[in-house]
């Protein structure tokens, strides 16, 4: 695990309508990212927005940019 994924190990995912996933942002504590998660979900965005943790290496899954 590298020094960033240490310390930054929650990032919040944009799922669109067709099942794309993009990497929002990278911060350091779920409360972090959740707080960003739920601001975009309550301006009323389509989009469906989550919370995860990196895994050992590094992969989440998503197929975006941070």
């Not at 240490?6 to 993009?22: E, F, K």
């Not at 409360?31 to 309550?42: G, L, M, P, R, T």
Request: proline share 2%; glycine share 14%; no cysteine.
């Amino acid at each position: 695990m590298s020094e960033g994924t240490a310390s930054l190990p929650w990032i919040v995912i944009r799922q669109d309508d067709n099942g794309n996933r993009y990497r929002v942002g990278r911060y350091a504590t779920h409360a972090e990212a959740q707080k960003i998660a739920d601001s975009f979900q309550d301006r009323g965005h389509r989009q469906l927005y989550m919370v995860e943790r990196l895994g050992q290496n590094g992969e989440n899954g998503a197929g975006g940019r941070d």
